[in-house]
């Protein structure tokens, strides 16, 4: 498996991290909102069970052959808050009644696990380098969306968006890519965790293949919403959940997240099926979609995030789900 690379300033580069991503948060009726992926369609509940045929080489953590958990999914958008804007979508699957200590620090022996997904095979940013810089110049932009204008927010933005234009247009244009798609179903994608984790004595790429039918792209402002909710009154939605194996350290790195593995000859290994069966939204499901909280790092030992951006998001994502509880 090819190894971490850990430099010794990446600590304060994470506490810069942190406090420039705080600035994205924003208030909507009285609720403090996530920065990313603040508008959700909806939680559904449903099982996540794993096949009874799982690799020997897979066949660690959650992944116990014939394994059945209850789980609850959260559908979202990346930044957007119309869905006839293109954007990146996301998949956050939180599994119920996982035993044994998680290593998201605090949490101890909490029986849950989760899965942070996005319909993009990969993530914008390389490595710590390209993180520093895109959420320098960034932020100050989603500060602006979440928080209506201003005129500090406005020049703050403003500039924001001409030194990624001016200095950085690669990684602009990478960062378009990912959010840079209108879709008609959250149920018809494809979703993956664009970053490595540990399984076994390997690493691995998460995805999730979505069966829902496939839809224009939508014409209306919630318009994800409720197709999600018009498909799961009408019956149930299911997604085939597995891995893509690192078989080569040099061609799947796990310090760079923009590296397509799949683009690079590793193979995908369905391991298990989502099934969400047929239900209706309530408020109190909406209630827990907007106070659940997901960490790739809520996971046992054996999944163990890798790389420098779960590094990071380790403390960020722990840093911005209290902010959104004080």
């Not at 406090?19 to 208030?27: D, G, I, M």
């Not at 909710?229 to 299911?238: C, L």
């Given at each position: ?39 959700h ?14 690799p020997?080489?897979?066949a ?19 930044g ?8 990146v ?19 101890g ?24 810089i895109?959420?320098?110049h960034?932020?100050?932009i ?25 200095f ?7 960062a ?5 798609r ?5 149920l ?10 540990r ?32 498909a ?24 760079d ?60 994502y ?9």
């Amino acid at each position: 498996m090819g190894c971490e690379q850990i430099p010794p300033e990446e600590a304060a580069d994470i506490r810069r991290l942190i406090r420039q991503n705080l600035r994205t948060l924003w208030q909507e009726g009285g609720v403090t909102k996530r920065g990313q992926h603040g508008k959700h369609h909806g939680l559904l509940e449903g099982v996540f069970r794993v096949s009874s045929k799982v690799p020997e080489a897979l066949a660690h953590g959650i992944f116990r052959p014939g394994a059945e958990y209850a789980c609850r999914v959260r559908f979202s958008n990346g930044g957007q808050r119309d869905d006839r804007e293109k954007d990146v979508r996301g998949m956050a699957v939180k599994l119920l009644n996982v035993p044994g200590v998680k290593l998201l620090p605090g949490q101890g022996h909490v029986m849950e696990q989760d899965f942070v997904l996005v319909d993009h095979p990969t993530y914008f940013c390389a490595n710590m380098e390209d993180y520093l810089i895109f959420n320098r110049h960034f932020t100050p932009i989603q500060a602006l969306r979440g928080n209506g204008p201003s005129l500090g927010r406005l020049l703050q933005a403003a500039k924001g968006g001409g030194m990624l234009a001016l200095f950085h247009r690669s990684l602009l244009r990478a960062a378009q890519d990912f959010a840079g798609r209108r879709v008609g179903s959250v149920l018809a994608l494809t979703y993956h965790s664009t970053t490595a984790y540990r399984l076994g004595n390997g690493a691995v790429k998460y995805k999730a293949i979505g069966h829902g039918a496939p839809a224009a792209p939508t014409e209306q402002t919630d318009g994800l919403r409720d197709g999600l909710w018009q498909a799961q009154t009408a019956g149930e939605a299911r997604f085939t959940f597995g891995v893509v194996p690192q078989t080569d350290p040099a061609r799947h790195p796990v310090e760079d997240a923009s590296s397509d593995w799949e683009a690079a000859g590793a193979k995908f290994v369905p391991l298990a099926d989502i099934v969400l069966p047929a239900q209706q939204n309530t408020p109190q499901q909406d209630a827990q979609a907007e106070a659940l909280r997901f960490s790739p790092w809520m996971c046992q030992p054996e999944h163990r995030p890798l790389g420098a951006i779960n590094r990071a998001r380790r403390d960020i994502y722990r840093a911005m789900a209290q902010a959104r509880s004080d």
